[in-house]
Nanobody
């Protein structure tokens, strides 16, 4: 199995910054993509940003120019740098990884437990 542990959430004022981290562990052979999704109560989980093994990135339109995703492949860690935060960024943020376990021939999707980000004055 793959465990994803997020950290870095919290309360921040509008215009402030936060950096989320997600560390993957387990019997991992390789990770093809990692990313972040977010969800508010009563709504679906939405894409925030993803990054592939070749560092190709994809962002939701609402965060382009404000958020940056990057990876440390050796540490199996993904980061989400969030700047110019807005109240509408308030959500639970979930780490995502598409990973292949040692001894396996296929990739599966894995999710972290989530970390809360609240943007409020």
């Amino acid at each position: 199995q793959v465990q994803l542990v997020e950290s870095g959430g919290g309360l921040v004022q509008p215009g402030g910054s936060l950096r989320l981290s997600c560390v993957a562990s387990g019997s991992i052979f390789s990770i093809s993509a990692m990313g972040w999704y977010r969800q508010t109560p009563g709504k679906e989980r939405d894409l925030v940003a993803t990054i592939t093994s070749t560092s190709t990135t994809n962002y939701a339109d609402s965060v382009k120019g404000r958020f940056t995703i990057f990876r440390d492949h050796a540490k199996k860690t993904a980061y989400l740098q969030m700047n110019s935060l807005k109240p509408e960024d308030t959500a639970a943020y979930y780490c995502y990884a598409k990973a292949r376990l040692s001894g396996s021939t296929y990739y599966l999707d894995y999710w972290g437990q989530g970390t809360q980000v609240t943007v409020s004055s």
